[in-house]
């Protein structure tokens, strides 16, 4: 994917996200990483009105070089870079937002993760999300968290694609900005549904869980 091209799909991204209720007013972020910096959504950005020329645009050592002046986030998505990289090498986009459905979820005593296995999509398509203890929005020791956490499932075998900060929202990532959205689509909606059946669920057996690892490569 070209710069250009790559601005042109955070804009669609982001546009398609506050569309269906993904985002809203100003909350959330995107970023693309380049092969000599980075891209990402301008601080107080709505990304339903998102301009291509006017995305921030920084070098490989967080210089801004262009556009109008980028999220704070830009430090949690590169520590996201650097540690998922090493378990998924193609990863070059990182979105988050305050997705209501997650957020809700993290209101009442967080376990350590968001979601258990409840439908076999959120198994292949998301894996385990952890839960982030929570920081004020942009604090480094939130970045540092998530890179720990991203570091030890890669470690224990389970990469993950997704983190939920605690009272802020998801992050998610992927090799490109659909792909990332989807995962984050499939997230919030699982989400959705672990509210509505409120106590009244239980989760997929290991044995379920296991015919997916085997037959779709599931993370879990």
């Known amino acids: ?8 799909e955070i804009c669609r991204v982001g546009r398609s ?25 301008p601080t107080d950005a709505c990304l339903g009105f998102l301009d291509p020329a ?8 967080l210089k801004q070089t262009g556009g109008d002046r980028g999220s704070k986030t830009i430090a949690l998505h590169t520590r996201i870079y650097a540690a998922a990289t090493a378990f998924d090498a193609d990863t070059r986009c990182v979105i988050h937002t305050h997705s ?11 376990g350590d993760e968001l979601l258990p296995a409840l439908t076999p999509y959120f198994v292949m398509k998301v894996g385990r999300v952890p839960v982030i203890p929570y920081h004020r929005p ?22 993950i694609r997704a983190v939920m900060l605690e009272r802020l929202g998801p992050n ?6 659909a792909a990332a ?3 984050l689509e499939e997230l919030e909606e699982t989400a959705k549904l672990r509210l509505l059946a409120d106590r ?21």
Do not use: K, Q
């Open 54 to 61: 006017r995305l921030a645009r920084l070098d490989a050592d």
């Open 100 to 110: 209501t459905h997650c957020v809700a979820l993290t209101l009442a005593a967080p």
């Open 17 to 41: 996200l506050f569309e269906r209720g993904y985002v809203h007013a100003t909350a959330g972020n995107i970023s693309v990483r380049l092969d000599d910096g980075f891209l990402i959504t």
């Open 138 to 159: 942009g604090a480094l020791e939130a970045a540092e968290a998530v890179a720990r956490a991203i570091g030890r499932y890669g470690a224990a075998g389970t990469p």
């Open 1 to 8: 994917m070209t710069e250009n091209e790559a601005r042109e």
């Open 181 to 183: 959205m989807a995962v």
């Open 172 to 177: 998610v990532w992927h090799d490109t900005p």
């Open 200 to 220: 009244g669920f239980e989760p997929l057996g290991e044995v379920s869980i296991d015919e997916l690892r085997r037959s779709f490569g599931a993370r879990w």
